[in-house]
Nanobody, 124 residues
Framework: QVQLVESGGGLVQAGGSLRLSCVAS????????MGWFRQAPGKEREFVAT????????YYADSVKGRFTISRDNAKNTLYLQMTSLKPEDTAVYYC?????????????????WGQGTQVTVSS
């Protein structure tokens, strides 16, 4: 079992920055890939970014590429999402998720463990 707790969400103006954190407990953190997803009101949960078990490989949704950076600190059991140049369309609940494998993946179905989510609101 893996428990995930996100933090760092909030209200920010367009063009601003936020850093989300996700602390993991349970299974050895470095044994699995991690991902960030988001869900806006009335929309399906969508992929944002993923990182492999050691951090060497990352992949981003086109909508956030060049603005968001995913990283992890395995010594601290923590996943991060640095978000810059935020836009109103980035407004959503952001979820971190732990994959079943070590490799990056963009599919929600490959992530059996999820946090409770943290709200990010970007005002125009």
């Amino acid at each position: 079992q893996v428990q995930l707790v996100e933090s760092g969400g909030g209200l920010v103006q367009a063009g601003g920055s936020l850093r989300l954190s996700c602390v993991a407990s349970g299974r050895t953190f470095s044994s699995y890939a991690m991902g960030w997803f988001r869900q806006a009101p009335g929309k399906e949960r969508e992929f944002v970014a993923t990182i492999s078990w050691g951090g060497a490989n990352t992949y981003y949704a086109d909508s956030v590429k060049g603005r968001f950076t995913i990283s992890r600190d395995n010594a601290k059991n923590t996943l991060y999402l640095q978000m810059t140049s935020l836009k109103p369309e980035d407004t959503a609940v952001y979820y971190c998720a732990a994959a079943a494998t070590r490799s990056i993946d963009t599919s929600k179905s490959q992530y059996p463990y999820w946090g409770q989510g943290t709200q990010v609101t970007v005002s125009s």
